[in-house]
């Protein structure tokens, strides 16, 4: 078998050494620009779990490789002049030339032929060869010359880094943030041998232009040559950082980050490996190690297909490395976009800010910290119940929320959820059982569905309403049950479906039309939600008179139904929603065009419940932060819708996504939707609530810790477990305030047995004590 290998990266090294393991008579030539002791930059990191892999895949190089490591365990943030540590991390590194050095000589005593200053041949050129492997870095000629076929994505973003090293031997890995009057800088540190450190600067576009950096000329210089000017601006930036040491360049100039996605990795015979295929931002040090157990997947994938049928090897090797790059990448773009916001987190207490770094790409939560480094997330613990006022034995999700006159006693919201099983708007039985019993649930804030404010303005005919004064009555039932009987606080959705409306229950075809039985639907402009969906009338001033009217009237009910907390709805494209995007709102007048006037009417409606609404009890907004559609309502219209809402005394914004238009392409992923909280919350300070694919009590209490939210909603976590936050507190062995099973449950509040017989005796014995007096309490009503 021939195979050419283009880029003596780690990639292509650690393939073409692989590989002749796995079929030792294979004629391997490696192609490799630049000399074999020309390495760009300075030191890789490998994270402890990294490693294992690669001591199975070739003991011989693994013993080198980690025979050169420095290894620490602590990473120091210093930010406003403090230093914050945080132990139990586990990392090694060495210098990437040693690691080039290392694959080098034991690829070419495998019998690899690397051919160093050699430009790899065209595509064309290498057709004689059985297998070509692009593992020619983030630039791939490869790539390029099969974009058709790989179908790549370039998402170059707006930071300027450049990667130096220093003579000074850090004890851990180091970041130090620096704030002057042009912006936040950060410095990204780590040790890689006994001599060195690698020394890795960042900021934003802004920044770097603020501070005259654009002018050195990056982009003028020569392969090879450093900017110079820069490297002494960053000397003077981060003199304390240095100690008096060096700040050494290696062909340093201004990069911009450029995150690499490709459709497919492999075409006929050729196949993508590493960077070529996908890059991770620097800040989760994962590059080296993904294009290394990339080598390892696809020697793998011909080690067990055999070398027969190419085309199918390389098809298993990509549906094998795809999830897991992916994945690697979701955390690596958390990373890489909150390191492109920290200026909107300087601000935060020293602590809060160190566990939001530490936390920022959502693989590492509350309890693995916790894990790492007990002491350091007391300390965070600490410092965040003293700053809202608790004592600090709680996790953070059962802290106290204060919103105008009501008192939340925890974090956890049952999030909005239409049950589609109204009759005439009017709320049933299954109402009182469903909020009934997520009420009962422990969680400090229970939504209704999204309650209708006219028939019209229902999405289905099995929607609840608040348009009829028998609609009042049945959602008081509701409200008093939960009042009563749990202690919790109840909110108030109200919305109106606009062109979304008059479609098929959830069950029946979600957005579907009615076929029969439906009404006309209105909206900003004439244009339908979907080819299948009627085509709306525009709204006239007189329209908007009587949405604005009717949301009054539900405010009103929704008072006099004893509701706690009132959100107005303008989220999922429904018809505030859809005068706020510009696909949707399409009006020449004062209610469509720039931002503020798509708000506008929002904002009416907003301010006329505002008025009805009393001033002690709290107001909320639901926003889908994005459209997922280009040129569509944006995260950064959210940002400033969110001021808007702030000014007109809003007091939390319940922060959704989407569902605007079909075209949309949501990056689904672990609490996906919390980074458009968080900016909300961090650049406007207003209070939000995050919600979306937040699955566990660790995620909460990360989040409510960092600050990127102050409430989580849960919306299908709660259809799975009524009692979700009842079983979080369990779970945690809490049961102090902020969360408390009704005295009727008391008996099942302890955690479930393990299942052993002996447990489940012990178990059952213990909850037949009545040790609590509130056990022998009847609940008001009982006799
Ligand atoms: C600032 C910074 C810090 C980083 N820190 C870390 C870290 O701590 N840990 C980590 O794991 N990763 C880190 N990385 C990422 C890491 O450098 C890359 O992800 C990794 O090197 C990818 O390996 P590769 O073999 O795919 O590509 P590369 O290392 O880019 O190798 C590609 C090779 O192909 C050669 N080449 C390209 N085109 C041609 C051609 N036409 N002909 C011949 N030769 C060619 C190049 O000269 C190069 O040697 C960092 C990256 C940057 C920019
Ligand atoms: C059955 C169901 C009904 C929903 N109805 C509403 C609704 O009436 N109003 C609303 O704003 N969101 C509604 N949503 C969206 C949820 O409130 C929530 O934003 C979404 O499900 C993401 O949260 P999750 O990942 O915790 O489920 C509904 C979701 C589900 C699953």
Known sequence: MRIAVVGGGPGGLYFSILMRWVVPDAEITVFERNRAQDAFGFGVVFSDETLTVFEHADPLSYREITAGFTRWSDIDIHHRGLRTRSGGH?????????????????????GVEIRFQAEAPSLEELAGFDLVVGADGAASAVRAARAAEFQPSLDTRDCRYMWMGTDLVYDAFKFFIKETADGVYQAHAYPYDGQMSTFIVEMGEETWRASGLEHTSSGALAPGVSDEASVEFCRELFAD??????????NSKWLRFVTVRNARWHSGNVVLLGDAAHTAHFSIGSGTKLAMEDAVALAWSFKTRGVDDVGRVLAEYEAERRPVVESTQRAAQASLEWFEGVGRYVAQDRLQFAFNLLTRSRRVTYDNLRLRDPAFVSDVDESFASAVGFFSDRPPMFAPLQLRGLSLPNRVVVSPMDMYSASEGTPSDFHLVHLGSRSLGGAGLVYSEMICVSASGRITPGCAGMYRPEHVGAWRRIVSFAHRYAGCAMAAQLGHSGRKGSTKLMWEGIDEPLEEGGWPVIAPSPIPYSANNQVPREMTRADMDQVVAEFVWSAMGALEAGFDL???????????????????????????????????FPLEVFDACREVWPPEKPMSVRISATDWVSGGFSPDDAVAFARMLRDHGCDIVDVSSGQVSPEEEPAFGRSFQTPFADRIRNEVGLPTIAVGAIASYDDVNTIVLAGRADMCALARPHLYDPHWTLHAAAEQEYAGDGVAWVPQYQAGSRKPPSGRADDVRKELARSFEPDTPEMLVMPEGWS
């Open 566 to 600: 009132l959100e107005v709805h303008c989220a999922h494209g429904y018809l505030l929603s859809s005068f706020l995007s510009p696909l949707t709102n399409q009006r020449f007048d004062e209610y469509g065009g720039s931002l503020e006037a798509r708000a506008r």
């Open 90 to 110: 586990g990392f090694s590194a060495l210098g990437r030339r040693e690691l080039l050095g290392i694959l080098q000589r034991r690829a070419t005593s495998l």
């Open 241 to 250: 950082a240095l100690e008096g040491h060096a700040l050494v360049a290696n």
